[in-house]
Each structure stands twice: as structure tokens, then as C-alpha cells.
């Protein structure tokens, strides 16, 4: 059914949530799991225009991924790692189309009220940027980088 799952990561607790359920499912349908990372701090967003060295902040997404990758391999499921840089929802979409996904499978936050309105969600954002069906989870509240 699902050949190729995106799995957007944020680098936190929350990440817990999504991985829990795709593993199920990428076993249930022999999926390979897609990570990806979008790394969206100034350096992030201005790596490629001003020509700038990896932040830190870079240099720990990409080992968080690459830990994460190699911890499902070793659970026995297929992964691959994608670090992105930029607007995430846009980076998401374009990440799914690019690799060929065909879910899109995220945790969130459960915000309500103002705070949507003003800053809005990735989540919002991205299912009005791609066709690929989004499988939404609930994480829970905690953690951070």
C-alpha cells in the first residue's frame, strides 16, 4: 500500500509519537521510511545565498537524523535520512514529491485558538502544498532540542 513514508522530524520528544506508528506500518507494508529534518534557524535559511559554513544547529540535526536512521536499520526496518533547509512546510512537500513518497506521516502539536491564527502550523501549511495524503499523530508535550 505505502511504498515510501516521509516522516518529518522535528528533533524532539514529539518525534516519539510519529516513529511509534510508522514503524507498525512500514512493517505491516514493507516501507521504506523517509526522514527528514528541515533545519530552519538564519544560518539554515541562508546557507545557499551566502555561501555559509553548517551551524552547530546543522551539524546536530544531521547526526540526530543519521542516529535515528541507523536505529530503525537496526530494528530491521528500511530508512533513509533527508536534512532540508528552509520554510518547512514547503521543504516537506517539496521532500515528499522529490522522493517519491506516497504518505506523508507527522506528529503535531495539538495547538488551538489564537496561536494558529497569528503564527499558523506546518501542518496547516503542508496540506495545502501537496496531494500526497498526511497522516497526522498527536505527540506529547515536552523535550525540545
Do not use: F
Given at each position: 500500500m505505502y511504498r515510501r513514508i516521509l516522516v518529518p522530524l522535528e528533533h524532539s520528544s514529539y518525534d516519539d509519537a510519529i516513529l511509534g506508528h510508522v514503524r507498525a506500518l512500514a512493517r505491516l507494508c514493507g516501507s521504506t521510511l523517509v526522514l527528514v529534518h528541515?533545519?530552519?534557524?538564519?544560518?539554515?535559511?541562508?546557507?545557499?545565498?551566502?555561501?555559509?559554513?553548517?551551524?552547530?544547529?546543522?551539524?546536530?540535526?544531521?547526526?540526530?537524523?543519521?542516529?535515528?536512521?541507523?536505529?530503525?536499520?537496526?530494528?530491521?526496518?528500511?530508512?533513509?535520512?533527508?536534512?532540508?533547509?528552509?520554510?518547512?512546510a514547503h521543504e516537506i512537500a517539496a521532500a515528499a514529491e522529490r522522493e517519491r513518497c506516497d504518505l506523508i506521516a507527522m506528529a503535531t502539536h495539538g495547538h488551538r485558538g489564537l496561536g494558529d491564527i497569528i503564527h499558523g502550523t506546518t501542518a496547516n501549511a503542508l496540506r495545502h502544498l501537496t496531494e500526497v495524503p498526511i497522516l497526522m499523530v498527536r505527540g506529547t508535550k515536552g523535550g525540545g532540542k
Amino acid at each position: 500500500m505505502y511504498r515510501r513514508i516521509l516522516v518529518p522530524l522535528e528533533h524532539s520528544s514529539y518525534d516519539d509519537a510519529i516513529l511509534g506508528h510508522v514503524r507498525a506500518l512500514a512493517r505491516l507494508c514493507g516501507s521504506t521510511l523517509v526522514l527528514v529534518h528541515v533545519a530552519d534557524g538564519w544560518v539554515a535559511r541562508n546557507i545557499a545565498n551566502l555561501d555559509l559554513r553548517e551551524s552547530e544547529e546543522i551539524r546536530e540535526d544531521r547526526a540526530y537524523l543519521t542516529q535515528t536512521r541507523e536505529s530503525l536499520e537496526t530494528e530491521g526496518l528500511k530508512a533513509e535520512a533527508v536534512l532540508a533547509a528552509g520554510d518547512p512546510a514547503h521543504e516537506i512537500a517539496a521532500a515528499a514529491e522529490r522522493e517519491r513518497c506516497d504518505l506523508i506521516a507527522m506528529a503535531t502539536h495539538g495547538h488551538r485558538g489564537l496561536g494558529d491564527i497569528i503564527h499558523g502550523t506546518t501542518a496547516n501549511a503542508l496540506r495545502h502544498l501537496t496531494e500526497v495524503p498526511i497522516l497526522m499523530v498527536r505527540g506529547t508535550k515536552g523535550g525540545g532540542k
